[in-house]
């Protein structure tokens, strides 16, 4: 009997699709919980990368990032159009699962981006949102946001930090893009981010001033404490970082938040956190 017939032939590909099939649903039901663990731990570091407690350029351990994590960082939760913090449960959200892409997509958890085009191609945005509370010496030192919005290729998500007076920026980190090598990829260089810390976000009248420019800033000029360089080369990704950060620190974002903070009535971190120290 002929050995290399079309049913056999089906038979062997059928068995090999569902043996692979197999294989593959459980190692991805077996990683799954390890994949959260790792996106929650990469998203830590970037919280403290941003905050300055790690230096951009060292590898911390796993131990070392949750250690300093547990030490430093205390998370709350939001309504960014009121600006005050809410308890996840009286709003129906899981605080370990929440994910604001997530929610962006749910009509009872959204809300339109206004002004439309202002996040280039993102339309909703999630109503509520967690802000990372930097301790030192029992107090905040620090306010992390955790911001998102359009490039050239790709959406661009990361963290910037506010320094204790929420006017005046500690850092920025994208932990999260598809731009360009060399080009709108720079987001990443050590060199461009070091250029935020000490920028001023906003003017004494609580208005958003900071920008990235279109080409080379003149340190000589009286606005440039509030501007940053363009990339080279990456002028929709320029326009887009500008854009994005823009609106996260403005009224449509945490502007109502960081308002609060800069007139005391944020209060402390302890008397804000609704679900208690620490959190991961």
């Known amino acids: 009997m002929a050995r290399d017939t079309v049913g056999r032939t089906v038979l062997v590909a059928a068995v090999l699709c569902v043996a692979c099939s197999v294989v593959v649903s459980t190692a991805a039901v077996t990683l799954c919980e390890r994949q959260e663990e790792n996106k929650r731990l990469d998203r830590n570091k970037n ?40 308890d996840p449960a009286e709003v129906g959200i899981d605080p370990d699962t929440f994910d604001p892409r997530d929610a962006a997509k749910d009509p ?35 306010y992390v946001l955790p911001i998102y919005g359009n490039g050239l290729w790709s959406t661009l998500h990361g963290f910037l930090a506010l320094k204790s007076d929420a006017r005046e920026i500690q850092g920025i980190t994208f932990y999260q893009h598809g731009e360009t090598p060399g080009l709108g990829g720079e987001v990443d260089n050590p060199r461009w981010k070091q250029e935020w810390n000490g920028k001023r976000a906003f003017d004494d009248q609580g208005n958003v001033i900071i920008e990235v420019m279109k080409g080379q800033v003149d340190a000589g000029s009286p606005t440039a404490d509030h501007q940053i360089d363009g990339l080279s080369g990456a002028t929709i990704t320029t326009r887009g970082v500008s854009n994005l950060v823009q609106y996260w620190l403005g009224p449509q974002g945490f502007g109502h938040y960081l308002a609060r903070v800069r007139s005391g009535a944020a209060g402390t971190a302890a008397s804000e956190n609704s679900n208690g120290k620490p959190q991961s």
């Open 47 to 86: 919280v403290l990368i941003a905050a300055g407690v790690i230096p951009p350029e060292d590898r911390p351990t796993r131990e070392q990032i949750m250690r300093l994590y547990q030490e430093k960082v205390e998370r709350i939760f939001i309504d960014l159009e009121s600006g005050e913090p809410v």
């Open 108 to 142: 009872d958890l959204s809300m339109d981006v206004t002004p439309p085009g202002k996040l280039s191609g993102i339309n909703a945005r999630a109503k509520y949102a967690f802000v990372y509370l930097i301790q030192e010496d029992d107090r905040v030192d620090k």
